[in-house]
């Protein structure tokens, strides 16, 4: 192992650099990372054995005095790059939807065309559609699948079928397709998509994971899967997590937003009649700075703004996106979290 050091004053005070050092031998260990775990390690756990390319297990040879878990690469918390999203405090909510499996996800194809109406779903192979969420498919755990934009659930399979089928999970839309079209399992890295295409609150957020300019984590619930009274849910609170750690994401998703602002300058074409002034007026409500600790979502009522120049505010504002309205904004007309109103003055 060869470590480069970094000029610095205790290393040749500051002149000269590139100085290399080589490590011939490492005489103990005290510490062994392992990474892409399912489910928990037992109390009292002293030895830790693996399998080897040929399937033998093999002991590490190792004596453990205690096990850490990591709090950031937990298998829980998904990070999300989405510029400006102006949802910079812990009370708000997300929904994401259209987020799809990935083309490395298990799929097959439909070998005959299906109407609105079947429960069966002919496929060229079952291979891979056996579990969900790694445990077997069934009455009690149903597997679900994406044809188009329809999300159907099933709780039994053949070598070429799925059955025990029920069509247009999740609000979706039972439609007929044509055969050879696709059929994904409806996961991505090991977790159902039913537990990601919903609404998200950053509260269930664990602290370590934070939320930036362009960035923020979402937590997976895993305690429930019947979002919508199809099928029976599956409490799977302490064994279930992402497959890895992976960077990767799929076209199309959909993210909720707000607009943060702190500044206004109006583009409003008018005539001002003789004899007349022209007033404009604005309801705003408040949002959060990165890394500041304002409160989102205060109505700041009505101000008088120009026309005919820029304003700038105090503190943050936002416009919401539907989904934080509909939490927050409850005493404005149509819960909406920006109002302009304009008036005609005689002088």
């Known amino acids: 192992m060869t470590v480069l050091i970094l000029p610095e004053k205790e290393y040749g005070l500051n002149v000269g650099f590139g100085g290399k050092l080589t490590v011939t031998q490492i005489d103990t260990n005290n ?68 987020f799809r499996p990935l083309q490395s996800e298990v799929n097959s194809r439909l070998t005959a065309a299906i109407t609105p109406t079947d429960t069966t779903i002919p496929i060229t192979s079952s291979t891979g559609f056996e579990t969900f969420e790694r445990v077997a498919v069934d009455a ?57 295409n919903k609404v998200h609150n950053f509260a269930e957020v664990d602290e370590n994971h934070p939320t930036e300019l362009n960035s923020y984590f979402i937590k997976i619930d895993t305690s429930d899967t019947d979002f919508d009274n199809i099928g029976i849910g599956s409490d799977r609170t302490n064994d279930l997590y992402f497959n890895e750690t992976i960077q990767t994401g799929s076209t199309g998703t959909i ?9 206004i300058t109006p583009n409003i074409s008018y005539i001002i009649p003789g004899k007349t002034n022209l007033g404009c007026r604005i309801r705003t409500f408040t949002g959060t700075s990165i890394g500041g ?7 700041d009522g009505f101000r008088s703004i120009p026309l005919d120049e820029t304003s700038y505010f105090s503190n943050p504002k936002l416009i919401c996106s539907d989904i934080n309205e509909q939490k927050f904004i409850t005493e404005s007309p149509g819960s909406k979290s920006f109002t302009i109103s304009s008036r005609i003055l005689v002088r």
């Open 140 to 196: 009690s755990n149903p597997g679900y699948v994406i044809i188009g934009d329809e999300v159907i659930s099933y709780t039994g399979y053949s070598a070429t079928s799925l059955t025990g089928v029920v069509r247009g999970v999740d609000g979706t839309q039972a439609q007929s397709y044509d055969s050879t079209l696709p059929v994904y399992k409806y996961e991505f890295n090991g977790i159902s998509l039913r537990r990601i």
């Open 255 to 263: 993210l909720t937003n707000n607009i943060q602002f702190e500044a």
């Open 293 to 299: 600790n304002e409160k989102s979502f205060v109505d």
């Open 31 to 98: 510490s062994l990372i392992i990474d892409n775990i399912q489910g928990q390690f037992s109390a009292g756990i002293t030895t830790i054995n693996y399998l080897d390319s040929s399937g033998t297990e093999v002991s590490t040879g190792a004596t453990i005095s205690s096990i850490v878990e990591d709090p950031y690469y937990d298998g829980l918390h998904m990070k999300i790059l989405h510029m400006n999203h102006g949802m910079h405090s812990s009370e708000n909510y997300l929904r994401i939807s259209s």
